[in-house]
């Protein structure tokens, strides 16, 4: 046998050994390309059934839905918990099956599904989507998958006195243990003072968080993460949150012009009549008089000072 042909059947004997010792998912617990399959028929079977939803039993028809999905993929629930318990314990299959279902579901997110998400909002003046990080994505109590850190970063568009809210969907696929996740952003201002807001989403289905207008600073950026917390419970029973249709409106009011000249030209109006009824040496000039300024906003936290 040649130098060549030893070395090619060396490298095919080496390649079928690394084939036979590669780990394989056991015959009794569900296939990856099934699980991603069956958790993609998950997420969407609880979008309909929110949308579904018209007399307030959204829990009920969440559990109809969920096993109408087992059902098609001719499993039972016991099968599904054993085989998501497994998956939890083994990070290398997790992983590949959260980043391509992320990709199927941000593929949703984009199009019909992201119309329909901003018809909740009903905005007057110039409104506009900033986000620019993935619009659906999946959080597990397991480190590193239990929390996902998100920066918007100020450009040209923002200004004194704009509005920010972020949103999005989420539904709980949980077998038991508290349902414990944050919401955090921490808005830095040009003066480097920073205001903080927090919410806890304990519950599927739509999340907000204002960000109370500032009318003296402009913002520099706004960082933030989406938390999902183990709770007391360390057992390895299934626990997952979907986020989807995620939204950061930077929300900005315009202002009316017919309303603004109604009102000059009543203050030009009753200006004209108080100097028709007025006398000369009676007139003070105005001009001394200091600008009010707006008093502070009374929702939300006040921004800390740092410096």
């Not at 070395?7 to 079928?16: D, E, Q, S």
């Not at 620019?132 to 998958?145: I, Q």
């Not at 709980?172 to 414990?180: E, I, M, R, V």
């Not at 519950?203 to 960082?223: A, F, H, Q, Y």
Request: with cysteine.
């Amino acid at each position: 046998m040649t130098t060549r042909r030893l070395a090619t059947f060396l490298a095919a004997a080496m390649a079928l050994l690394l084939v036979a010792c590669k780990p394989s998912v056991p015959s009794e617990y569900i296939s990856p390309g099934e699980m991603e399959d069956l958790l993609y028929d998950y997420y969407m079977s609880q979008a309909m059934a929110d949308v579904d939803t018209k007399d307030g039993r959204m829990g009920y028809n969440r559990r109809v839905y969920f096993l109408a999905v087992l059902k098609k993929h001719g499993l039972t629930e016991a099968e599904f918990d054993s085989s998501m318990v497994y998956y939890y314990s083994r990070a290398d299959y997790l992983r590949k099956i959260y980043s391509s279902l992320q990709d199927r579901i941000g593929e949703e997110t984009t199009g019909a599904a992201a119309a329909e998400m901003r018809k909740r909002f009903v905005v007057g003046g110039d409104t506009a989507d900033v986000w620019r990080d993935r619009k659906a994505f999946f959080l597990t109590p397991a480190v590193p998958y239990n929390r996902m850190d998100f920066t918007i970063k100020a450009d040209t568009a923002f200004r004194k006195g704009d509005t920010y809210l972020i949103s999005f969907d989420t539904n709980f696929l949980y077998q038991s243990g508290t349902k414990d996740a944050t919401l955090y952003m921490a808005v830095r201002y040009a003066s480097d003072s920073i205001a903080t807001y927090t919410r806890s989403v304990s519950i599927s289905g739509l999340t907000e968080l204002r960000v109370t207008p500032n009318d003296d600073e402009m913002v520099r950026d706004i960082r933030g993460f989406i938390y999902l917390d183990r709770g007391r419970d360390e057992s390895s029973t299934l626990k997952m949150m979907f986020v989807n249709n995620v939204q950061f409106l930077r929300m900005r009011k315009q202002k009316d012009n017919g309303s603004d000249a109604a009102a000059k030209n009543g203050e030009q109006a009753s200006k004209g009549d108080s100097l028709a009824r007025t006398k000369p040496d009676s007139l003070r000039p105005m001009n001394n008089q200091p600008p009010g300024r707006p008093l502070p906003p009374v929702n939300g936290p006040q921004p800390l000072k740092t410096r």
